[in-house]
């Protein structure tokens, strides 16, 4: 019986009260098809706020206490039995979202199949920095939308994480980028790559902006909707933030209940994607190494350069996800769990 146990950032209920903080929770054990990680960093996303308040409750299962985060870096310190692709030292990164485990924690244990090597031109920092944003913006681009060169798309954000990540993989991809940041933030989103930018404390975007084929929808509220007057008739919306849609509740294979929600959560922007000639689908991320690697490749040459705004150590967790939850971050938050 292994009854060690590890410092880890976890959530003791769902709710306004969730109980955020450090807890010593039992080691991981280890599956055939899993490496065992000390964790060097975690990287925060948006979502990572979200699960403590129960909205993801219908389709993420945890088991309370759960350990919070889902991307991490660090060093492989044992494999099982069927892991053919890494050995102990290997550096890798990955997300572990939608495992049922999280990333916040001096070990965790990742599916072989969602790791991938470290790319060498980066520190665990910055490596940590790149799952959950790359592989959104890599399943949105190039797998949901199939994005084509001389395509125009629309990433609103531009400053956040998945936004300066997604600018430039859109640019990569052939497309002509538009978005929207403050002001302090022109330039800066110009420079990796945007090509229309709106400044959205003077203008609103759908007076500005026209003729796009693509939306990645990246915050929540109205934009989402609004953004159906800039696009062309067979346009395509991929939202990442909502509402979740009836096809997304099937996948999930979730019950008619659930389904019956989602329909009417979608309802509105079902409608008006309709009567404008759009298709709008909601995207849940899916870990996955080998787009990592692929991913990996365009930061190793330098054709994408993770963006990290501010770095926090293990200890100040809590202060890290306050500080996430303003909204106001240039790139990525990421935790160093150790040096």
Partial sequence: MNNKTMKAFTFKRYGKFPELGFDNVAYPSLKANEVLVRVYAAGLNPIDNMIPTGIFKPVLHFKLPATLGSDLSGVVIAVGSRVTRFSPGDEIFASIFDTGTGSLAEFAVVPESAAAIKPANLDFVQAASLPMVSLTSWQALTERVRLRPGQKVFIPAGSGGIGTFAIQLAKQLG??????????????????????????????????LAGYDVVLGTI????????????????????????????????????????????????????????????????????????????????????????????FPFAQTKEALAYLAQGHAKGKVVIKMQD
């Fill in 175 to 208: 497309a002509t980028v538009g978005t929207t940041t403050s002001t302090g933030n022109i330039e800066w989103v110009r420079s990796l790559g945007a090509d229309e930018v709106v400044d959205y404390k003077k203008e609103e975007f759908e007076k500005v």
């Fill in 220 to 311: 929540r509220g109205d934009t989402i909707e609004k953004s159906t007057q800039i696009l062309k008739p067979g346009g395509s919306i991929v939202s990442l933030v909502g509402p979740l849609d009836v096809k997304f509740a099937r996948a999930r294979g979730l019950n008619f209940f659930l389904t019956f929600i989602f329909r009417l959560m979608s309802r509105n922007i079902m409608r008006l994607s309709k009567k404008r000639g759009l298709t709008y689908t909601f995207l849940f991320v899916r870990p996955e190494g080998d787009q990592l690697s692929q991913i990996g490749k365009l930061v190793e040459t330098e054709q994408i350069k993770p963006m990290i705004d501010k770095v």
